[in-house]
């Protein structure tokens, strides 16, 4: 099997996801979701998924689209990397085991269906603010936020690039 070939098994549509829920829901696994834009892949972003990783068993990564990140305001330029490219890139970092793409502002309807054990997002966040802290805290589950890495974020970087 190609590189190529294991990275796009790691982006998957909402059937296969449903599968590989099922699969790992029969094995017990501990499921930990979280979601982002990852634009421009830094120490802050890896450190991140590596740290949400360890909070489970496997890591499903829900990952705007360009249309959804145009949406969500952070700049006309933005995002700088395609949907596609983004997701490839993320495919290639071992901590995450499934990527699912959303067009909606929030993820709020994947959360209902991935019914994730642990739901983390960044300290920038309060946990009970988080979307879909209140379907994780209906099955019992998780909602973790993780410290960020001072002095990474994407908004720093571009603003680096253009002096």
Known sequence: MSFHKKLSDKIVSKDQLNTLLQEWNNQSQQIVFTNGCFDILHRGHVEYLCHARDLGD????????????????????????????????????ECIDA?????????YDLIHFVQPDVLVKGNDYKAEDIVGYDI?????????????????????LIEKMKG
């Open 58 to 93: 496997k890591l499903i990564l829900g990952l705007n689209t360009d249309a959804s990140v145009k949406r969500l305001g952070k700049s006309p330029e933005r995002p700088i990397n395609s949907e596609e490219t983004r997701a490839t890139i993320l495919a290639a970092l």
């Open 99 to 107: 990527i699912i793409l959303f067009d909606e502002d929030t993820p």
């Open 136 to 156: 994780v805290n209906a099955k019992g589950g998780k909602v973790i936020t993780i410290q960020l890495v001072d002095g990474f974020s994407t908004t720093k």
